[in-house]
C-alpha cells in the first residue's frame, strides 16, 4: 500500500539558518512527489513537484526538494528561513500504476516555526 | 491565490442534517478533487470527478456523494451528518486526473453539532 511518512511532528529553526522538512514514502512504481504549504485558515499552496529528471527540484518561494531514491526520501529545504515560512507543510505522494494508485496519498503535515 | 473558489466559508449543521458545499474550478481545469482534512491531519481523498464523472473514490461512506457540472463546477453532499463529520472540506482542481498538481481552494469548515 502506498503512504507517506513526515516523522516530524514540528521543526523549529531560527530565522536566516537552513531548514529541512523531511518525507519518506512507500509507493508501487516511479513516485510523484508533491510539496504543499498551508497557512492558517487557508487551503493548501502548490510548492513543488518531482516527475522525472534531475533529483533536485526548485519551487516557490526559494524551496527546494531533493529525491532520493534508495533512501525513499523527498525532504524540502530551504538555505535561509525566514519568519514567513512558518506553517504547515504536507508531503503527497502518487504511484504510477493505474486506478487509485495514482491518486495522491498525503502526509500527516510537519508545523514549521521559524523564530525571530 | 488560486482561481479555486469554495463555498460557503462556514458551516454550523446539526447531527442528521444534510450539507451541501461547492467548488468553482479553475479556468481550463476538468477535474475536481475533494478532501476531508480533520484537525491535526493530513488531506483525506473523498473523490475526484473528472468531465462530469467520478474517477475514483477513497474510504467514505456512500453518504458522501458528489457531483460536477458542464462548467467543471463541482458539489459534495453529506447525507446523515454525524460529529465526525466537523473537518475542513478542501477542493482542488488540476488540468489532468493523474498526477498533476493541484490547486485548492479555501475550504469549507463543517462543523457538525
Known amino acids: 500500500a502506498q503512504s507517506v511518512a513526515q516523522p516530524e511532528d514540528q521543526v523549529n529553526v531560527a530565522e536566516g539558518n537552513p531548514l529541512t522538512v523531511k518525507c519518506t514514502y512507500s509507493?508501487?512504481?516511479?513516485?510523484?512527489l508533491f510539496w504543499y504549504v498551508q497557512y492558517p485558515n487557508r487551503g493548501l499552496q502548490f510548492l513543488l513537484k518531482?516527475?522525472?529528471?534531475d533529483n533536485l527540484v526548485k519551487g516557490s518561494y526559494g524551496f527546494e526538494a531533493e529525491f532520493n531514491k534508495s533512501q525513499t526520501s523527498f525532504h524540502l529545504k530551504k538555505p535561509s528561513a525566514l519568519v514567513s515560512d512558518s506553517a504547515l507543510y504536507f508531503c503527497?505522494?502518487?504511484?504510477?500504476?493505474?486506478?487509485?494508485?495514482?491518486?495522491?496519498?498525503w502526509g500527516l503535515g510537519t508545523s514549521l516555526a521559524v523564530n525571530p | 491565490e488560486t482561481g479555486v473558489t469554495q463555498s460557503p466559508t462556514h458551516l454550523i449543521k446539526t447531527r442528521g442534517q444534510q450539507v451541501t458545499l461547492r467548488c468553482s474550478s479553475q479556468s481550463g481545469h476538468n477535474t475536481v478533487s475533494w478532501y476531508q482534512q480533520a484537525l491535526g491531519q493530513g488531506p483525506q481523498f473523498i473523490f475526484q470527478y473528472y468531465r462530469e464523472e467520478e474517477n475514483g473514490r477513497g474510504n467514505f461512506p456512500p453518504r458522501f456523494s458528489g457531483l460536477q457540472f458542464p462548467n467543471y463546477s463541482s458539489e459534495l453532499n453529506v447525507n446523515a451528518l454525524e460529529l465526525d463529520d466537523s473537518a475542513l472540506y478542501l477542493c482542488?482542481?488540476?488540468?489532468?486526473?493523474?498526477?498533476?498538481?493541484?490547486?485548492f481552494g479555501p475550504g469549507t469548515r463543517l462543523t457538525v453539532t
Open positions: 509507493v508501487s512504481g516511479n513516485p510523484y
Open positions: 482542488a482542481s488540476s488540468s489532468t486526473p493523474d498526477r498533476a498538481e493541484q490547486y
Open positions: 518531482y516527475i522525472t529528471g
Open positions: 503527497a505522494v502518487s504511484g504510477s500504476n493505474a486506478g487509485n494508485n495514482r491518486k495522491l496519498i
